[in-house]
């Protein structure tokens, strides 16, 4: 594929990120705290959140494994910390929560099927083939070492706050309360938070438009999501803190 043509493709799938961000305002996906039956058969949990993810770690490992993409260098480091976040998601996160008899929409799981194919694609297509190809120069300088940084620091972020809500379910025996620990005393969805500081990380060190549009994609899903979160946090608690933000700390 030349890559014009590559690059006018992901230039109309963020425009399709875009377009999708303001419905996730008005309609929040039905799963987790959010679910509902009404959208068609439901699914095992910790099955929904295998099926969904383990396409980006396949998919984008083929591409790489197919390609030439993976030398042990700096895109190396590329390609490991892409997929290092996919096995963390598809292979240890599922089995991690203690969810009972907690289902999720079959369409929800389908849907990021879709994302994850696309998405693992454009990236590993371009780290395997076209980054070489196109000469792009992969050479460690001061804005690939802060990328770095921000990309561990984001993951260590979303993962902290992931056990802790984890450990919070499994030591409450009343659904969900409020929590309190890490970043929770400012933002709503510190998880969420952590991972969009994780891709702009990785955006930082690839410098590639496949991974500026998943950056692009990241917020434009969990921006809502955050929000609709916020919301229910203070539909549902009273003493909910009035101080505290959605995702972004003081702003939003």
């Given at each position: ?25 008005r309609i929040a996906a039905p ?222």
């Open positions: 594929m030349k890559i014009e043509v590559f690059n006018t493709l992901i230039w109309w799938w963020m425009t399709l990120g875009l377009i999708i961000m303001p419905l996730q305002f799963y987790g705290r959010h679910t509902k039956t009404s959208w068609g058969p439901m699914i095992d949990n910790r099955v929904g959140w295998l099926v969904m993810e383990v396409p980006s770690l396949i998919i984008f490992s083929y591409f790489i494994i197919t390609g030439n993409g993976f030398t042990l260098d700096f895109r190396g480091l590329l390609c490991f910390s892409f997929a290092g976040h996919y096995i963390y998601r598809a292979l240890i996160f599922p089995m991690l929560i203690r969810t009972t008899n907690k289902k999720m929409p079959l369409a929800i799981a389908t849907s990021a099927i879709f994302f994850n194919t696309v998405n693992a694609s454009f990236n590993g297509y371009w780290l395997g083939s076209l980054s070489s190809e196109s000469g792009h120069s992969f050479v460690i300088g001061t804005f690939q070492i802060l990328g770095m940084i921000l990309f561990v620091t984001g993951f260590s972020i979303h993962f902290w706050h992931d056990r802790y809500l984890i450990r919070l379910r499994q030591e409450t025996s009343v659904g969900y309360v409020i929590p309190y620990g890490g970043l929770f005393k400012w933002v709503s969805c510190p998880n969420f938070l952590g991972e969009i500081i994780e891709w702009s990380g990785f955006a930082m060190m690839c410098w590639s438009l496949p991974a500026f549009s998943f950056l692009c994609w990241t917020c434009t899903n969990l921006i809502p999501r955050a929000w609709q979160h916020h919301r229910w946090y203070r539909e549902h608690f009273n003493d909910y803190p009035k101080s505290r933000k959605a995702i972004i700390p003081g702003i939003f």
